[in-house]
Nanobody, 125 residues
């Protein structure tokens, strides 16, 4: 059972990146999958979340209108399309998944069932 996050990199202010969260050993469609980020010296925050089977998506206010979360059931992968990136988006991004109902969005990172390793996103000014 594994989650693999990828797609990070260095991009200029206003640029775009697409992060991928690929699952192996379990089916993401039945899980709520969240993207979280942590910048140096800051707490980890929930950025976006999707639960495809329930038609639920969540975005933090700081990324609404710029980020889009989606899922590809055939590839068992969740994506985070990040447009109009800003220097304050610079962080390590993590994906995580939890099975079952989520009482509150974003879900608590430490209450998730599976976690992927982080991928660094750096936005230069």
């Amino acid at each position: 059972v594994q989650l693999q996050a990828s797609g990070g990199g260095l991009v200029q202010n206003g640029g775009s990146l697409r992060l991928s969260c690929a699952a192996s050993g379990f089916t993401l469609n039945y899980y709520a999958v969240g993207w979280f980020r942590q910048a140096p010296g800051k707490e980890r925050e929930g950025v976006s979340c999707i639960k495809s089977s329930a038609g639920i998506t969540y975005y933090a206010d700081s990324v609404k209108g710029r980020f889009t979360i989606s899922s590809d059931n055939a590839k068992n992968t969740v994506y985070l399309q990040m447009n109009s990136l800003k220097p304050e988006d610079t962080a390590v991004y993590y994906c995580a998944a939890v099975l079952g109902a989520v009482a509150k969005y974003p879900p608590n990172y430490y209450g998730m069932d599976y976690w992927g390793k982080g991928t660094q996103v750096t936005v230069s000014s």
